[in-house]
């Protein structure tokens, strides 16, 4: 069975600190990797996504570092702020399949 | 450029009843897909569809069905409702599938 794997299950971290999700992923024909915030009461939006060709992609304040070899890859949150609380889950999928495997999800509080 | 808009924001049923949930995708999009939210399973896929045909399948039972318009709107039914069918069911669109899915709000659905 396709999976991806995310932890931790919650996390805590101090206004202006790093916050870390990480995932990983069974099935190696996955080729797309995004990440998604969702807020309560809302609908997960689209944060930033991966392909395996490259390691790292970064976006503002937000960073996918990805590890072909190891099957794994992580969302990198610098500078974090309180409006980052949130819920945030990792997915993949294969090209031509529209189908998003995703992760359980993790729930990020950003204490002041 | 509107998101992607479902109707109802919440409902209630009753077990044994049949339900009809709504997605009106992003403009210019033509994939659409399904998906089901609960605590304890977490998103799970239910079904694709791009230009009025299913292209992909969840793990779900028979009794959800999805179809789509000729302008891309797309309905999702579930019939027979169960006590477990309870969940915040989520349409995204995309423009051709799989990447860079945008999803909407959601249909809180409630089984009692």
């Known amino acids: 069975q396709q999976q991806v794997k995310q932890s931790p299950q919650s996390l805590i971290v101090q206004k202006g600190g790093i916050s870390i999700i990480n995932c990983a992923y069974e099935?190696?024909?996955?080729?797309?990797f995004p990440w998604y915030q969702q807020f309560p009461g809302k609908g997960p939006a689209l944060l930033i996504a991966i392909r395996p060709d490259v390691s790292e992609k970064k976006e503002g304040r937000f960073t996918i570092s990805f590890n072909k070899s190891a099957k794994q890859f992580s969302l990198h949150i610098m500078d974090s702020q309180p409006g980052d609380s949130a819920t945030y889950f990792c997915a993949a999928s294969i090209e031509g399949n529209e189908k998003l495997t995703f992760g359980t999800g993790t729930r990020l509080t950003i204490i002041p | 450029k509107a998101g992607v808009t479902q109707t109802p924001r919440y409902l209630i049923k009753t077990r044994g009843q049949q339900v009809t949930l709504s997605c009106s995708p992003i403009s210019g999009h033509r994939s659409v897909s399904w998906y089901q939210q609960t605590p304890g399973q977490g998103l799970q896929f239910l079904f694709e569809y791009f230009s009025e045909t299913q292209r992909n399948k969840g793990n779900f039972p028979g009794r959800f069905s999805g179809r789509q318009f000729s302008n891309s709107r797309s309905e999702m039914n579930v019939s027979t409702l169960e006590l477990g069918d309870s969940a915040l069911y989520l349409c995204?669109?995309?423009?051709?599938?799989?990447?860079?899915?945008?999803f909407g709000q959601g249909t809180r659905l409630t089984v009692v």
């Open positions: 099935n190696t024909a996955f080729d797309y």
């Open positions: 995204a669109s995309s423009p051709t599938g799989g990447t860079e899915a945008f």
